[in-house]
């Protein structure tokens, strides 16, 4: 049977930014939310950018022998539920790492009125699921997540000596290929200043989202 493919708008294999220890991150393309102050608005609209397969792409994220955890952001994952429990089962078979998950959606939500097929089987691989839309007036400048009103739900015991909420925010800039990829939720003032200094950045992570109508 044939691994699920994704739609992917940008990874990240070795990053201490973005969850606890060292981590590989998938931020998906394609987003319904339309969240004022989204760091990553190329990564909103349903297009195709970069098909991989969910078998290939785990192998990509493990290919740092030191990382301990996925992290799966966007763009909206649980639109492609099923192709990133397909990625998170494929790693767990080299390597027991542990899953951090964001999403616009809350996760009644995601229970009640799955977007997608497979939304139960990723909920199943998540450790913990950061659910919400981000609100900018809601930020405060705090913890794993965007903004207060999204909420952390540790699915798992596992990660359960990590401060979510009010661990220090930091942020690294990965640069390839003339290109620079933000990945953290970014303290406040850091995005005008990255202005500044680079001109453009072309992605980031999203940490706020919420429910849907
Ligand atoms: S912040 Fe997240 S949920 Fe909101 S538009 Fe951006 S990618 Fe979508």
Wanted: aromatic share 4%; charged share 20%.
């Amino acid at each position: 049977m044939p691994t699920p493919l994704l739609n992917v708008a940008a990874t990240c294999v070795g990053t201490h930014a973005l969850g606890p220890g060292r981590r590989s991150v998938v931020w998906v393309q394609g987003c319904p939310f339309d969240c004022t102050g989204c760091v990553a608005p190329e990564w909103i609209p349903q297009r195709t950018a970069r098909l991989a397969d969910s078998c290939d792409l785990a192998a990509e994220l493990l290919s740092d022998p030191d990382v301990t955890g996925l992290t799966f952001s966007g763009g909206e994952p649980m639109l492609q539920a099923e192709a990133l429990a397909a990625v998170a089962r494929h790693a767990r078979r080299t390597r027991d790492v542990d899953v951090v998950c964001f999403t616009g959606f809350t996760l009644e939500r995601l229970r009640t009125r799955p977007p997608s097929p497979g939304v139960a089987d990723l909920l199943g691989e998540v450790d913990v699921l950061i659910d919400g839309v981000y609100v900018a007036a809601r930020d405060d400048g705090r913890g794993l997540r965007g903004s207060t009103n999204q909420r952390i739900h540790r699915l798992t015991g596992r990660l359960s000596g990590f401060d979510f909420e009010g661990a220090h925010r930091q942020a690294e800039l990965h640069i390839s290929g003339g290109e620079v990829l933000m990945v953290g939720v970014p303290p406040r003032g850091l995005l005008p200043a990255l202005d500044d200094v680079t001109g453009t950045v072309t992605g980031a992570e999203i940490g706020s989202q919420e429910e849907t109508a």
